[in-house]
């Protein structure tokens, strides 16, 4: 989806509402707050949601980038221990990269090899 601006704020609104919904039913299925699975369901269920074809819909703005890094910060937050901690805190914890530092990675590598070829 994409605006007459050709904007992808309202792809990305999407992308973060299913991010956010999925989360938060990690949260509700698993009870026991078991923090390895807690971590691995998040990586396996939300983060490929916000991470799948960043290429394409690439989010340039300060807004969108915000928007979808509150996804892991929220996630974060709710983590056992976590939520006394700074964002940057938890992040050095779980040895986790920011959403917004791997999309451009992600699409810099990208653009290196297609360039590349």
Not at 75 to 104: I, K
Request: charged share 20%; aromatic share 12%.
């Amino acid at each position: 989806m994409v605006s007459h601006d050709l904007s992808p704020t309202l792809h990305v609104s999407n992308i973060v509402a299913e991010a956010h919904k999925r989360s938060a039913a990690i949260y509700r299925a698993f009870t026991g707050r078991n923090f390895d699975l807690l971590v691995r369901a998040y990586v396996t269920y939300v983060r490929p949601i916000v991470e799948h074809d960043t290429v394409v819909w690439s989010p340039y703005t300060v807004r969108d980038i915000d928007n979808i890094e509150s996804v892991q910060l929220r996630f974060t937050q709710r983590l056992p221990g976590f939520g006394a901690l700074t964002y940057a805190e938890r992040l050095r914890r779980l040895a986790s990269w920011n959403c917004d530092v791997f999309v451009m990675t992600y699409f810099w590598a990208t653009v290196c090899t297609r360039a590349q070829q």
